[in-house]
């Protein structure tokens, strides 16, 4: 399937990008909105991932193990605020509770935090996959700005089994949330106390 997609700079060898959630979103994300700076924001792609399945996505930044994505706001009818996270193959599905991203300077909070798990097929047949998003929605708002969404997608190990969506057996649930809670937990990435704006670029050695 084909989209238009903002280009991607390539990246130099030994590069590595791990922004806090703060800083997609005060920084990356906020600048999109304003427009202008795509100069700064061009580490991160524009693309509507839903145009795309999941194991597509990484190849257009760089094949890295975790990717973001800028997106606009794709909703199922024109005058809905409900979202369309329907792919050619499967569909992204909330999954826990959101959070709440907030600015520590000031304790604003700045987004909302949405995991996403993708499953295969149709509802409510589809099959969990070991492919996860998480949608970082903006809550600030300023004059003339541009709706964006961002978004941080990883895929894990093959290892971990997947399960019918249809399958309702207490274990089956207890053991998925089990698994789901060590998938987001490798997923969390840095901890954002040890890094600021200025460790999100850095080179390795």
Known sequence: MTSSTTPFRSAPVGYGFHPTDEELVNHFLKLKMIGGYDHVVSTIAEVNVCNYEPWELPAIQSN??????????????SKSQRANRTTGAGYWK?????RTITAKSTGEQIATKKTLVFYNGRVPNGVRTNWIMHEYNPTFSFPNKRDFILYKLKKNPDDLPAFDEGESSASNVDEEDSQLRAQLESFSGIDEGDYNLNSALHFSN
């Not at 890295?64 to 009818?77: A, G, I, Q, V």
């Not at 909330?94 to 959101?98: A, L, M, P, V």
């Open 94 to 98: 909330g999954t826990g509770r959101d």
């Open 64 to 77: 890295d193990p975790e990717c973001y994505f800028f997106s606009r706001p794709n909703y199922k009818y």
